[in-house]
Structure formats: structure tokens, C-alpha cells
């Protein structure tokens, strides 16, 4: 099966400076991507290539098999079949929500155009909001609004940027999922670049962790978290502790982690070793004989999120239901199950 978006070894400068370099990623039709990364990585830059707005100076760009950026090639953005959603919405404000939809669907007659509009109005659940001019909706509605006009012309990917941005974070992961939802039911393959972990998480299949311009982790938001590929990768995703460990003759770590003894893993005596310690390595056990000083906290609703003290100074995070209350300074009882643990060798 041919994929529906293929990024081959592609790089972009601007002059001299590679803002993005030989990237590679590639989308199955219906599948939610994910470009990912701190401010400056390079996502925007990607995500204009792919539209056709910016031309590539390495590798390749193609739909559905039909290549349309390759260094001296570039089909232009209206050629390509692309629906964009951006951060402002970008609404038409002298057009109502039924106008705003049948924007892009000039090539039709009135009445597959009518229908056309009706049936991105359901999807999206505004069917009863037609006529309303885009400032009498609220952020998430005209979101919604410029989600239906990017998907009536069926383009063969929709691209995403921040699209969730302007709006505050409780309505933003509800309407990243309730997002998600709609791209699944209307089987669209997208892209959403984000800065923002969680919303990747909660509506993408497959996240591409840009750092620098360049890949760092290609894979599934299941995998960034726990198989994280590098120090980086392992640090910008989810929380957790980077903490230094050496292991002594009988596998024993110089702290009171225990015995570190995963069967996969073999190391010397003497080795020294990285470990990533996410919250959820580390458990609550009232009656623990183990007790780590409370180094700070913080109130997160349901839990609270505790920075626990190891002997030697360093400190790891552990999650705790927030009635096991406990205040800095003083001592939680915990067991560490580092089962699933990752450990870099430097
Ligand atoms: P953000 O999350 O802040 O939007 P981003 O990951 O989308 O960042 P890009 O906007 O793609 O990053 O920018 C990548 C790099 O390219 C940055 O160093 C940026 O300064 C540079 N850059 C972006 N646009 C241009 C341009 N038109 N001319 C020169 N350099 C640019």
C-alpha cells in the first residue's frame, strides 16, 4: 500500500541555515501524526514544505505516491490538496459559519455545495449555528468552524499548526480529543504540529520529536514515554528524573534503589549508568521500611506530585493520591518497582 504522506531524508534551509535536516516520516491513510518539539525545532518549517510554501534542498515530499517537493520541484500549495487549520482560526469575519465552510468549494454546483456544508456542519456539531458570524462563537466553536471548512473540499491530508493554542488548557485536551474523534470518523490523514506533549498524546497515532531540526524519536506516544531513544527524548517527554547510579559486585546500586536486575540488561561491576525515574516508578506503601525525605511537593487534584530526597542528594519524583499528605521535610514510605525503568549507558 502506497503511504499517504511520505517525508523522505528532507532538509529545508533558509540561506545558509538548515532548519530542517534530513527528516523522514511517513503517515498511512487515516492515521493521526505529530510533529513535536520545543520552540525553534523546525515543525512549522516541515509543515510548510509539506503545504508547498517552502521549497525542499534535500530529499523528497509525496501523496499518495505522487511526488511534489524534491530540490529544483515544487508543486504549488492549491495543487496540492492540503486543507490547513491554524492557530488563529484565520475565519473569514465578513462571512457567516455556512459561507465560511463553502469557502474552499467554488468547483461545485449549489446544491452538492448546500450538502456538502450540511454534512461538515454535523460533524462538527454546529448544524444550529449556520447563519452566526464567526465573533458570536466562542474560541472552541470557531475552531470547529475553520476544522469544517479545512475538511469539506476532502483534501488528501489536513495540516494542523498549534491549532489549540489560543485557548485554555481544559478546553484545549477536551477538544484535542473530541478532535481526534471527528478525524477518525472522517477517516482524513493529518498532522498536528504542537509544543505540547499532552495534546499530542491525546490525538495523534504516531509522534515525530523534532530536536534541532533533526528526528530525535519517530514512534508511538506509548514508546516516546517508555522507550524513550535518548536523554533527550526522555527529557522533554512526561516527567520524570534523570539520576546517575554506579553498580557495585552484586548488581547493587550505590543509593537505595536495590539491586538493579532487568534479565535484557548486562553490566560491569564498577559501571556507572544513567537511570530515568518516572513518578510511576515509584509507589506509596504506607507500612515501606524505605522512607525518603519530602524535598518539595505539589498539589495536583486527585495526586500530589512529590520530589523525594535519595541519600546522596539527587532527587526522583513519585505520585501519591493527594490525601497522603506528608510536608516537606518529613519522611514518605515508598518501594521502588523498576521494572520497566530506563537505563542510558554514558
Ligand atoms: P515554534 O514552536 O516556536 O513555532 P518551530 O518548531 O515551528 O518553532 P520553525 O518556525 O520551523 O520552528 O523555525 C525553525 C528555525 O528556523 C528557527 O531557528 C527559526 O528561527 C528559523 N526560521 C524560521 N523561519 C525562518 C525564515 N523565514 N527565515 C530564516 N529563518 C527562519
Redesign the pocket.
Known sequence: MTSQLAVQQVSVH?GD?A?VTDVSMQLEPGQIGCLL?P???????LLRAIAGFEPVSAGQIALHGQILSAPGKLTPPEQRRVGMVFQDFALFPHLNVERNIGFGLAGMNREERRQRVAEFLDLVGLAQYAKAWPHELSGGQQQRVSLARALAPRPEILLMDEPFSSLDTELREQLAGEVRELLKESRVTTIL?T?DQYEAFAMTDHVTL?QE?RVAQSDTPYNLYHNPANEFVAEFIGQGAMISVTIDEAGNMDNQLGPLDRAHDHWQPGQSLKLLIRPDDIEYVSHSELRLKVAGKAFRGAQYLYELALADGQRVPCLTPSHVDVAVGGELPVHFDLRHVVVFRP
Open positions: 533558509y541555515f532548519a518539539g520552540s525553534g525545532c523546525g515543525k512549522t518549517t504540529v509544543h523534532l531540526g
